[in-house]
């Protein structure tokens, strides 16, 4: 037998970890706004020329609309995909040629979108670069398009590279500085804490977060879509808005409220906590043809100035936050004074309420994490932190069978028991005012 001499003085020496990939991008359109009937349809810009920087090999990479298939594959394989108003644009510009909602399945730091998050409005890059750099921006879009207009694609390049170094350089700073600066209205020098966790950036979504495909796919059962038409009613009729004005919808989800919100004239700001279902939300948004501002944000930190908004909605996130007070008492301080709350959550008093929970004895579920209220915790919650309740109903009473049929013969229920037992339908909802 062979004898192994085993030497326990040296120990193995550590492999180097893996240095992580990020990629800042940039894309320049062939399109205006104005010429693909506005910016809802950013979809139909088309790409003249994306530029790429690649922290694998330091290198800028160009490329031009036939070679989009290679952009989209490097943005996939970066553990980070930085970029300047990627999430409103880029992206959806991008979405001309996938069908994958890119903000949803990218590990994704939009700079501009961070920003927004401290200071509650938006400021350009050439804006933060010149303030913070020394330097700004070689151009601006308007005369990249005219570039495009003359055939000039070498310059819309190296207009595009210039940005992507200029994101970068902004990136890095950052990163290392934890802040940026910028100019305001009057032209006053500000800077601005920001405090990037890279780790939190470079996590891909987890499975267990809810997967927004399967959450919308329940909307297309029978129970579902009945589910959805009465509850919308109810909300919308509790709402009783004549002008939206600026409305937050706090857990937005996969942006079914938010998106309606817009089609009915509001300016719309979505914020909910899971990148996947933002991602979605944009890609709906945009396949709709509406303008929603999506905002990844924590319920109790809301990213906005006091008195922000003129309504706030918030349908079935109440049910899965952490602290209700504190969120409650977030949606008050961004509501202006005598605006409208209107919230949706899950009825204690329920016979829906009973059957979650034996369901919840035999198998996980989402429902295992949420907290189900009755219409009078409902309105002292609301009462405790600031509101005025003004109205407090309950809808479905109707058993959670998935059958169109059975929906079809339980409408004359449905009816009955909002007469004979108003408190116990399975939807309840409320507005109130801000005090």
Known sequence: MAQIEMNFDQAPEPKPAR??????FDVETRLS???????????L???????????????????????????????????LVVGYNSRRFDYDVLGGYTS???????????????????LGFRVKLDNVAQNTLGVGKSGDGMQSLRWVKEGKLDLVRDYCIQDVKVTLDVFKHAVDKGELSYSDKKGNKKSVRLDLDLEKFYKRPHMN???????????????GRASDRIEKELIFSLADAKNWGRVLDVGCGTGAYSIELAKRGARTTGVDGSE?????ATAKAAKEGVRVNFVRADAVRLPFPDGHFDFVLSVGALCFVKDLEKTLLEMRRVLKPGGTLVVGVLNKWSPWALLRR??????????????????????????????????????IFFLPINSGAYLWAAAPFERACGLVAPRTGAFLAASAIRQ
């Open 100 to 118: 994958e909602p890119l903000a949803a399945v990218l590990p994704t730091l939009d700079v501009m979108e961070e920003l927004e998050k401290r």
């Open 358 to 395: 034996i369901k919840g004895l035999f198998k996980n579920t989402i429902y295992d994490k949420a907290t189900f209220m009755s219409p009078p915790e409902l309105a002292s919650a609301l009462a405790r932190a600031g509101f005025e309740v003004r109205m407090l109903e309950t809808r």
């Open 276 to 280: 996947r279902m933002l991602g979605w």
């Open 33 to 43: 706004a104005e010429e693909v009937g506005g910016w809802d349809n950013r979809r």
């Open 209 to 223: 977060e809810w997967e927004p495909k399967e959450y919308d796919a329940w909307y297309d059962t029978p129970i």
């Open 19 to 24: 240095q992580k990939r990020v990629v800042v």
């Open 45 to 79: 810009m088309r790409v003249a020329v994306a530029v790429a920087h690649d922290s694998q090999d330091g290198k800028f990479k160009v490329f031009y609309e036939e070679q989009m298939n290679e952009l989209l594959s490097l943005l996939k394989g970066a553990d």
